[in-house]
């Protein structure tokens, strides 16, 4: 609370909470001016950020507690680097249409 307060006083236009029980990130919040934004630390901050990879799915190892996954990407990925990597080693891309 006293960081929170202090980053406020010097200038900090907005605070991002990560994993930090939900009570103390609505205790923050409530005590601040400046927003807060939360990744891990309950619904009561000003707002909410997940990391694009890691909603999207793309690595089925990485699970914390606050992550909703809302696709499972990791197999399409895998698949379609394994499908560059091949097309690039073979020289079949960039064939001359995708070239300038």
């Keep these: 609370m006293e960081e ?3 980053l406020e ?8 909470l990560e994993c930090v029980p939900s009570e103390v990130g ?4 409530q005590s601040l001016v400046i927003p807060t934004i939360g ?11 997940l990391v694009l990879h890691d909603l999207l799915g793309v690595d089925s190892d990485f699970e914390p507690k606050y992550l909703r996954k809302y696709a499972d990407l990791e197999k399409i990925v895998s698949v379609s680097l ?5 097309d690039v ?3 079949s891309f960039p064939s001359m249409s995708e070239s300038y």
């Design 4 to 6: 929170a307060k202090q």
């Design 9 to 16: 006083d010097v200038g900090c236009f907005s605070l991002v």
């Design 26 to 29: 609505e205790c923050i919040t």
């Design 39 to 49: 990744i891990g630390a309950g619904a009561r901050t000003n707002g909410q950020v």
């Design 82 to 86: 394994e499908n560059f990597h091949d």
């Design 89 to 91: 080693r073979s020289s």
